[in-house]
C-alpha cells in the first residue's frame, strides 16, 4: 500500500503540473492537441488520486503501522468505522483528501462549464490545476503520507480521542473541501480575465460555485458547533477560536459575492467589485489553510507539529498578488453596463449588504491577527476573547439581518418612499408586536428585543410573499398542494435564498436565546443527593466505570425533574485514555423547541461523589433545524431550469413589482 500510494500520489504531481502547463500553453500558441491532452491530464489525475486515497485507507484497513501516518493515527482497539477519520486525522492525510477533492471538483466544474466559456476554460483549468500542484507538491515532498518507518510497530499511537465522534465523519472533511473549493469560482473569474473576457461571461458558473463552496463551509461550520456542543463538555458551540475564524471569514465573504453575482446576472452591475470579492474569499480561504498548518496564532484545532507554516504562508500571499495583480491589468476594460440609479433599490441593499459582510470579515481578521502585532510592537501577546467579537460583529450581524428582511421588498433600479412603507407595513407592524408582547412578558435587554423584533419582521415578508405567490397560482386553477412547490420552482434562486433566510432566523433564535438567557450551575453530588437549576432538579444515582481496551468510561445516571414531574434518565459519559493522558465527554442532552437541559460529567471523587455541570440551554434546538434547512435553500437555489421552462404569468408579474412599474422591465431576462 505505501509503494503504490506513493507513486500513484508522485504521478499525480506531475500530471498535475502537465495539465497546468498545457492549458496555458496550448491556449496561448492556439494548439488544439495540447489544449486536449491537458483537458484528458486533468481527469486522470482524478482517478490516480482516488487509488492513492484508496491505498490509505487500506493501510489503516489493514493496520500497516509501518506506514508513520498510520502508526501515529490508528492502533488496534481502534474501531474500524473510525477508519474514515483517521484517514484525515493528520497533516499528511488531510493534505492528500484536500487534493483529491479539489481535483475531483475542478474535473466536475470544466465538465459541466457552458458551451459560452470553452474559450475561457484553458485558464480556467491552468488555475486550477496550479493551485492543485501546489498541494500535490507539498503533500509529496513534504507531508507525505506513505512515509515508512525503520521498523513495523507492534502497534499504534490510536486515534485522537475528540475525534471519535459522528461530527467528525462530515464536519473536517466538508470544511476542508468548502476551503479548496473558493479555488472554483476564483479560477472561472480569472479564467475570463487573462482571455480578455470582460464581460458577463463566467457569471453562472462562478455563482453556481460559488453557492457550492459557501454551503459546503456554513454546513461544516454549524456541524463543528454540534461536535463541540456534544463532545467538549462546555456547553457551547462557538468560542471565536483562531481556527475557527479561519473557516468564518471566507465564508462571510462568499456571503456577499453570491449575493453581489446576483445583481451583475440581473442588471450587469459590480463587475469590478465581484471581482474582488472572490478575490477577497480566496485569500481568506487560503489564510484558514496557512492557520490550520502552522500558524503562528496557538488554536486547538491547529495541526501543532506542522512546519508547513512558513509554505502555507507564501502561497497565500501568492494566492492574493497575483489575482489582484490580473484584476489592475484589466481594471479599465471592467466597466459595468448599468450604474446605481437610486439608493431606494435593491441594488443598494446588495451593495450594503456586501459593506456590512466584509465589516464582519475584517472585524473577525483584525482579533485573529492583534495577538501577533501586540507580540512584534509591543513584545507581548495580547488575545482577543470572544467579548470583544461579540461587542463588534453581534450589532453588524443584526442590522445584516435587518437588511435581509428590507432589501428583498425593494424593487430593481428604484423605489418610491411611499412604495417601500407600504411593502414594510405589515412586517414592521409584525416585528413591532413581537417587540411589545415580549416587553410585556417580562423580557427587557435590548439586543434580545432587537432580534426577536427582527426576525419575526424578515419572516413575515417571506411568508408574505410566498402567500401572495402561492393564492396567484390557486386563482390560476393549481390547488394550494401543488401551488407553493410550482411557486418555489418558478424562480429557485430567489425563493431557495429566502428558505436559506429562514434558516439564519432560525440560527439566531438559538444564538440570542442560549447567549443570554443560558443558565448554568456546577454541582458536586452524593449518590442519593439532588441539586435544582431552573424549572429542573437532578438526582444523582451513580457512576459505573467500565475498561474499553485503550481508554476507561465512566457513565453516570442521574434523574431529571422538571417542575416536579419526572422526565427521565440522564446518562453523562466521561472517557480516560491513559496513552494520551486525556479525557473526553459526552453530554447528555434533552432538547425541545424550548430549551435544552444539559448535564455534563466531571471528576469522580474516592468518595463516590460526582462533579456535574448543569446548564438550562433555551432555544439551541433551532440552531441544529437551522442546518438541514440551510442545506436545503441551498439546493433549490442550485437546482438548474430546464429549457423547457418558462416564467408563468405569476412571476412575470412579480417581476413588474420587483422593477417597480417601470416600462419594459418585465421582459427583462435573469434571475431576481
Known amino acids: 500500500m505505501a509503494d503504490l500510494g506513493s507513486i500513484t500520489l508522485a504521478l499525480a504531481v506531475a500530471l498535475a503540473a502537465y495539465s497546468a502547463l498545457g492549458s496555458g500553453l496550448g491556449r496561448l500558441r492556439r494548439i488544439p492537441e495540447l489544449l486536449e491532452s491537458s483537458r484528458f491530464a486533468m481527469y486522470v489525475v482524478v482517478l490516480v488520486l482516488a487509488v492513492s486515497v484508496i491505498s490509505l485507507v487500506g493501510a489503516f484497513l489493514t493496520n500497516e503501522f509501518r506506514i508513520a501516518y498510520v502508526a501515529e493515527n490508528s492502533n488496534l482497539a481502534m474501531e474500524r468505522v473510525y477508519t474514515w477519520v483517521a484517514f484525515y486525522a493528520g497533516n499528511e492525510g488531510s493534505l492528500l483528501y484536500i487534493g483529491f477533492v479539489l481535483a475531483a471538483m475542478s474535473a466536475l466544474a470544466l465538465k459541466l462549464a457552458p458551451q459560452k466559456m470553452q474559450d475561457v476554460l484553458p485558464y480556467t483549468s491552468m488555475v486550477l490545476m496550479l493551485v492543485l500542484t501546489f498541494f500535490l507538491a507539498v503533500t509529496y515532498f513534504m507531508a507525505n503520507p506513505f512515509s515508512e518507518l525503520s521498523f513495523t510497530p507492534s502497534d499504534g499511537q490510536g486515534i485522537n480521542p475528540l475525534l471519535t465522534h459522528p461530527g467528525m465523519f462530515i464536519h473536517p472533511p466538508v470544511m476542508m473541501a468548502g476551503l479548496v473549493a473558493v479555488a472554483i469560482p476564483l479560477a472561472f473569474a480569472l479564467g475570463a480575465l487573462i482571455e480578455g473576457k470582460s464581460g458577463d461571461e463566467w457569471v453562472d458558473s462562478g455563482r453556481t460555485w460559488g453557492i457550492v463552496s459557501w454551503a459546503l463551509l456554513g454546513s461544516g461550520l454549524l456541524l463543528g458547533g454540534w461536535w463541540a456542543y456534544t463532545i467538549l463538555g462546555w456547553g457551547g458551540y462557538w468560542a471565536w477560536d483562531p481556527v475557527e475564524n479561519a473557516g468564518f471569514m471566507p465564508f462571510v465573504a462568499l456571503t456577499a459575492f453570491i449575493h453581489s453575482i446576483m445583481v451583475q446576472k440581473r442588471r450587469g452591475m459590480f463587475r469590478m467589485w465581484n471581482i474582488v470579492l472572490i478575490n477577497i474569499a480566496f485569500g481568506l480561504a487560503l489564510y484558514g489553510m496557512f492557520m490550520n498548518r502552522g500558524g503562528p496564532v496557538p488554536s486547538v484545532h491547529s495541526f501543532g507539529a506542522s512546519s508547513l507554516g512558513w509554505i502555507f504562508l507564501m502561497f497565500t500571499a501568492i494566492g492574493v498578488i497575483v489575482p489582484f495583480a490580473i484584476f489592475f491589468l484589466r481594471y479599465n476594460a471592467l466597466k459595468s453596463r448599468s450604474t446605481l440609479e437610486s439608493t431606494l433599490s435593491r441594488e443598494a441593499s446588495f451593495l450594503v449588504n456586501n459593506l456590512l459582510l466584509l465589516a464582519i470579515a475584517f472585524v473577525t481578521l483584525w482579533g485573529v491577527v492583534y495577538p501577533l502585532i501586540s507580540e512584534a ?72 428585543l432587537l432580534a426577536f423584533g427582527i426576525c419575526a419582521m424578515v419572516a413575515t415578508g417571506i411568508l408574505a410573499e410566498w402567500y401572495r405567490g402561492t393564492r396567484t397560482l390557486r386563482q390560476q386553477g393549481n390547488n394550494y398542494l401543488l401551488a407553493f412547490p410550482k411557486l418555489i420552482a418558478a424562480n429557485r434562486p430567489r425563493y431557495g435564498g429566502y428558505i436559506v433566510h429562514l434558516a439564519v432566523l432560525l440560527l439566531v433564535l438559538g444564538v440570542v436565546g442560549s447567549s443570554f438567557y443560558e443558565i448554568q450551575r456546577d454541582v458536586v453530588l452524593q449518590p442519593g ?102 442545506m436545503l435553500g441551498s439546493g433549490v437555489s442550485l437546482w438548474p431550469r430546464r429549457a423547457s421552462e418558462s416564467a408563468p404569468a405569476f412571476d412575470l408579474a412579480s417581476r413588474r413589482r420587483d422593477m417597480g412599474g417601470i416600462p419594459g422591465a418585465v421582459g427583462q431576462t435573469g434571475s431576481d
Open 377 to 448: 510592537f509591543r513584545g507581548s501577546v495580547v488575545t482577543v476573547a470572544a467579548p470583544f467579537y461579540n461587542q463588534v460583529n453581534g450589532p453588524l450581524m443584526l442590522a445584516l439581518v435587518f437588511l435581509m428582511g428590507v432589501g428583498p421588498l425593494m424593487p430593481w433600479r428604484r423605489a418610491s418612499p411611499r412604495t417601500l412603507l407600504r411593502a414594510l407595513a405589515l412586517p414592521a407592524g409584525v416585528g413591532v408586536g413581537v417587540i411589545v408582547v415580549l416587553r410585556l412578558v417580562g423580557i427587557g435587554e435590548v439586543y434580545p
Open 529 to 630: 443527593e439532588s441539586a435544582a437549576i431552573g424549572d429542573y432538579r437532578i438526582e444523582y444515582v451513580g457512576t459505573e466505570s467500565a475498561f474499553r481496551g485503550d481508554r476507561t468510561e465512566f457513565v453516570s445516571t442521574l434523574r431529571a425533574y422538571k417542575e416536579g414531574e419526572f422526565i427521565g434518565e440522564m446518562h453523562p459519559q466521561r472517557a480516560f485514555y491513559p496513552d494520551f493522558q486525556m479525557s473526553s465527554t459526552r453530554a447528555s442532552i434533552r432538547s425541545t423547541p424550548v430549551e435544552d437541559f444539559y448535564v455534563v460529567p466531571s471528576e469522580l471523587a474516592e468518595d463516590g461523589s460526582a462533579g456535574v455541570r448543569v446548564i438550562q440551554n433555551p432555544l439551541v434546538w433551532w440552531m441544529w433545524i437551522a442546518g438541514p434547512m440551510f
